[in-house]
């Protein structure tokens, strides 16, 4: 296994949670990270991700209440996500890839999902 994601679980609405992803050094290293998340009869989408040098990218409906970061020493990225809404009920995924373009990513490695129930 080359990403593994833990940390969700159920939460009430404006509740808060910390999703982490551990990745195999040389994969942590080299890639940019990102989170992604999908929901029920939904298309996966990137919601943020964090280059190599820590540069950062969210999708409009979690900036300001999501922080992705990465701790080199750990090889793990995080995922603060606070204020959480019913609608960001959602099974969540790690990725390894590379930036593209202005603002753009391409994922090359995936982890399996953890979920995240955001309810009251």
């Known amino acids: 296994v080359q990403l593994q994601a833990c940390g969700g679980g159920s939460v009430q609405p404006g509740g808060s949670l910390r999703l982490s992803c551990a990745a195999s050094?040389?994969?942590?290293?080299?890639?940019?990270l990102a989170w992604y998340r999908q929901a029920p009869g939904k298309q996966r989408e990137r919601i943020a991700h964090?280059?190599?040098?820590?540069?950062?990218n969210y999708l409009g409906s979690v900036k300001d209440r999501f922080t992705i970061s990465r701790d080199n020493a750990k090889s793990t990225m995080y995922l603060q996500m606070n204020s959480l809404k019913p609608e960001d009920t959602a099974v969540y995924y790690c990725?390894?890839?590379?930036?593209?373009?202005?603002?753009?990513?391409?994922?090359?490695?995936w982890g399996q999902g953890t979920l995240v129930t955001v309810s009251s």
């Open positions: 990725s390894a890839g590379r930036p593209v373009g202005l603002g753009g990513y391409e994922s090359k490695y």
């Open positions: 964090i280059t190599v040098g820590g540069s950062t």
């Open positions: 050094g040389s994969i942590f290293s080299r890639n940019a």
